[in-house]
């Protein structure tokens, strides 16, 4: 266990979990009721007699004051006794650490609490808080005679009941089981409570001593220092930015000095009350000889002021606290104590913000710090329009319908409301509309929230596909404005343009056997109800292998395997792949090139692309690995988490073999890192409103979203933008790792199929005039493939000049091999190479052919020098060339052509 952990735990964790630290805390100790409830034991008539008169002897003043003696044995009648555990504190900051155990944020509710053990607060402070509060603490057994008598008196001067000579002990008791009020019978609980609890506590420790050192223990890190903040070691770390432990004894006294009156004494709002109430406190030192006078004059010399850092930003305006990861975080652990442990909502949170919790986070901080630095620098992205995007949240009551009690929230409405404008003055006039849409009489506003963004904004995710850790994520550009705003990250719903065809279309179509990396999809016009998909390159290429179809983008190719698939089964794997947003009404063959009806998250995104990396087991995205809970017992863990098996292992390689084409020759050349193998897929909506790409190394999967709040295009946006932020941020935490392939499963082999027909090549399929052959490309060994060969493929004898079909007049005819389909040659190029023929077989050569005379000494057509006859219409032998006809292009717009 860290030093961190230990110093702000009252108990010892159980050595099976995290090893043992018992010699931090005094082994007589009593450990408390993990509950730390508000039970009691009841106390039976005639039991403590001899508490009772004591405490009768000493508040007959207060009987007189004000009550009868009879009241007053109607008080301690009415009292329960005390467990040990009514007197822990109930509220406690937690502790958010990073994947290397390394503390990183915390979190705390109205209370800003740290727990330390007593041996860890320096005797300074200790004797600092003793002699301002109770110099007679180690001496009397809960309450103080001398102090009652010196009250009673003050309090029969003045006909009131200001003064109460509380001890220690008793404001232990006030603070964590009485209430602040000042009153006759809370006073008597309390001084009977004080005695009963001193009592036990020397019973079970032993000794007087150590039941004071354990009361001192709980006094100090119970009592109130301003600023929310409870204990001392909280307000160590807030006033002077170190551990209690390191104060001097200035700054010791100085935080003594607040609790008299916290909001009069504070060090940063009220210094100079402070240092005479500092004065007082070390005068106080030096005369019970808790100090010397030279450390008396040193401390008042050292101005503790000058260093005073105060480094809690919940006071500051606009400052975040937390970054976008831990309050993704929070929400999931919250999420969590309510599916698995019952909790509320309003539970959850308290219990995550007030109960001390340990809470062990996936995040890596080097990987977290490098994205905050990207998505604050203002290089990294094009230029902004000068608009502004205004987002409102804003939750209303109907007052007219009943609750149970405060943390009943269903009659709450919450709304959503975004739109562009130009000025600051517009913002305001667009929240006063919307708040005079939904408010009125009957419908209050609860809460209420405006975003405005004046940037084109961005999202990133990063995962560790082989757990679903998350190691870092970014919810928007630039400084985070403040807590709990929207982080587009998680909760930003966007189209995903052509990224959702591997997810849709070719991951359900591979892993079902329908389809592999070399089978034969004719690129063409089709119609689906009254949609028409188009390309985005605005024509059709005609036979296309599905390798060639993801590595460009094409729109119909994705479209054609998705029906193939069919909508419901496509449907299941993206599910299963944790798109959890999708609803019935994706199950239309639009949602191939990224058309859903309200969009998915990068989140979601990131995690279903880190299945395909993972081998195809899918991990829910984790935010954190384990949490104890104040007591050092395990509350949440996800360190033994399994996966779920979505996809064949073969199935994600061939679907990683594919998308590391699009790195190297396809549509995300721009994503390319140096030495590093990288496979993903890029997306891009209608009119260039939203940027996505999806890659991963054999090390980690990183989504990169970019886009403004609202929807609207991005003008003078290069397409490849984001690709450049990706590769910058992957570049650097890849720099220190090797490069490595991807691991390549059992049951790949390689497959020939013919290009043009996808069925077994025939001896004719080589001989293709335009080069459109065999192809070989990977497969599952289990793939049914049509056992039926090519009869595409046929032999024509043609006009060497004209290319058609032979005539009779035709003078040297040839013959040519190629495919032909409903009259058209499959894999013609759209230009004719410079040597070779434009070959139509759907007409007769009719040309006359005019044949001009030789002389003897001029070599004859058809002849070399030797006499030998050559054919001029093939060439050099180049009739097996593969020329491409399907362009490359680094813009990719899927939804091209949707009406």
Known sequence: MSDSQQRRRPHSRPESDHGSSSSRRRSTRPHPNARRGRKRRRRGTGKKISKILIVLVVLVGFAVAGAGLGTVFGILQSTDMLNTSDVMPQSYTSIVYDDAGTEVDKLHGNENREYVNLDEIPLHMQHAVVAIEDERFYEHGGIDMRGIFRALVENIKTMSFRQGASTITQQLIKTEVLTNEKSIVRKVKEQFLALNLEDTLEKQLGSKEAAKDYILELYLNTIALSHGLNGVEAASQYYFGKHVSDLTLAESACIASITNNPSLYAPDSQPENNKKRQTLVLDKMLELGYITQEEHDEALAEDVYANLVCTNQEESTGVANHNYFVEAMIDQLAEDLQEELGYTSAQAYKMIYNNGLEIHTTMNTEMQAILDETFTDDSMFPPSD???????????????????????????????????????????????????????????????????????????????????????????????????????????????????????????????????????????????????????????????????????????????????????????????????????????????????????????????????????????????????????NVLLDNREKEGTRVLKETTAYLLTDMMEDVITSGTGTAAQISGMTVAGKTGTTSDNVDLTFYGYTPYYTAGIWMGYDTSKEMTNVSGSAHLKIWKHVMSQIHANLPNKEFTRPDGIVTLSVCAASGAQPSSLCSQDYYGYSARSDLAAADFQRDDSVCTLHKSYTVCSETGKLAGPNCPNPISVVVAVKDGQILGKPSEVPEGKLDIDVSQECTSDHIVEPTTPEETTPGTDNEGTTTDPSTGTGDNNSTETTTPTNPVDDPNFGIQ
């Open 386 to 632: 000068g608009t502004l995007d205004v987002t409102y949240l804003i939750s209303v009551a109907d007052t007219s319908k009943p609750v149970s009690g405060p943390d009943d929230t269903s009659n709450q409405s919450h709304y959503e409301r975004k739109t562009t404008v130009t000025s600051e003055d517009e913002v305001d006039a667009f929240v006063e509309s919307v708040k005079d849409e939904l408010l009125d009489d009957t419908h209050q506003l609860v809460l209420d929230k405006v975003t405005v963004s004046k940037s084109l904004q961005s999202a990133m995710v990063i995962m560790d596909q082989s757990n679903g850790q998350v190691k870092a994520l970014v919810g928007g550009r630039g400084q985070k404005p403040g807590d709990s705003v929207f982080n587009r990250a998680t909760q930003g719903l966007r189209q995903q343009g052509s990224a959702m065809k591997i997810l849709a279309s070719y991951a359900p179509a591979i892993d079902t056997g329908l389809l592999m990396p070399g089978s034969i999809i004719v690129d063409e016009p089709v119609t689906y109800g009254s949609w028409s998909p188009r390309n985005w390159q605005g024509r059709f290429f005609g036979p296309l292998t599905v390798r060639e179809g993801i590595r460009d983008s094409m729109n119909v190719l994705a479209v054609k395997a998705f029906m193939m698939v069919g909508a419901e089964t496509s449907f299941e794997y993206m599910k299963s792949m944790g798109l959890e947003h999708l609803v019935d009404e994706d199950k239309a063959a639009t949602t191939a090139l990224g058309g859903l009806t309200q969009g998915v998250s990068v989140m979601e995104m990131t995690g279903a692309y880190a299945c395909i990396a993972n081998g195809g087991t899918y991990y829910e995205p984790t935010y954190y690995t384990v949490v104890y809970d104040h007591d050092g």
